[in-house]
């Protein structure tokens, strides 16, 4: 069975500190997506990494793709309060369904 | 240009009713996947169709079933409500389908159905 875990769950930081949210997923995948969601809100786009190396950034994110370690990360560069929200990873195996981590909830403090 | 749109907003319901969810895609788009995502956790997938075909199921009873129509738009219908079906339903329109690999199949979502059960 696909398992795509994210870690960590939960995540509370203070402005300005830098972290990395790990997403492992348990079978190949040929690209994997970030989304960012607000609490009651729907999932906003971040990245779509397509290979393996793939280094995508945007403001203070950053994402990248080790497809044969089955591993992305994303990296969060001098936090700041409005990055606070629920970040999923997501795959998709051979079988063609969007496979979604747990998600990891990100508190940023003042 | 309108992003995916969704209807209701909310919805309330009670134990073995039925219930059908509405989605438009964006324009140009011809794929729309469904996800329930329960509070708490990640978005499941529960169905893709593309070109009014559907082309992906998830691990969901037959209580669930969608289609899709000739403007691209799509209903999902969910028979005999039980109280585990509450959650945030969630439409996605991208060009293409999942199984194929571009960027040009990136998801979009909509805003959501928030599904009570009762």
């Known amino acids: 069975e696909l398992k795509v875990e994210q870690n960590p769950l939960f995540l509370s930081m203070q402005e300005g500190k830098n972290y990395t949210i790990y997403c492992n997923y348990s079978?190949?995948?040929?690209?994997l997506y970030w989304y960012r969601q607000d609490p009651g809100k729907s999932l906003e786009s971040l990245f779509v990494l397509l290979s393996n190396g793939a280094v995508k950034q945007e403001g203070r994110l950053m994402a990248s793709l080790d497809t044969k370690a089955r591993l992305s990360t994303l990296h969060i560069t001098a936090a700041v309060h409005d990055l606070s929200a629920t970040y999923f990873c997501a795959v998709v195996p051979s079988t063609g369904k969007l496979i979604f981590g747990q998600g990891t909830t990100l508190q940023v403090k003042p | 240009d309108a992003g995916v749109t969704q209807s209701p907003t909310h919805l309330i319901k009670t134990r073995g009713q039925h219930v059908t969810l509405r989605c438009s895609p964006i324009s140009g788009h011809k794929s729309v996947s469904w996800y329930q995502q329960v509070l708490g956790q990640g978005p499941q997938f529960i169905f893709q169709?593309?070109?009014?075909?559907?082309?992906g199921r998830g691990n969901f009873p037959d209580r669930f079933s969608a289609r899709q129509f000739p403007n691209y738009s799509s209903e999902l219908n969910v028979n005999a409500l039980l109280l585990g079906d509450s959650a945030l339903y969630l439409c996605?329109?991208?060009?293409?389908?999942?199984?194929?690999?571009?960027?040009?199949?990136?998801?979009?979502f909509g805003p959501g159905t928030r599904l009570t059960v009762l």
């Open positions: 169709y593309y070109e009014k075909e559907e082309r």
């Open positions: 996605a329109s991208s060009r293409g389908v999942l199984a194929v690999v571009s960027s040009y199949n990136e998801q979009f």
């Open positions: 079978t190949t995948s040929d690209r």
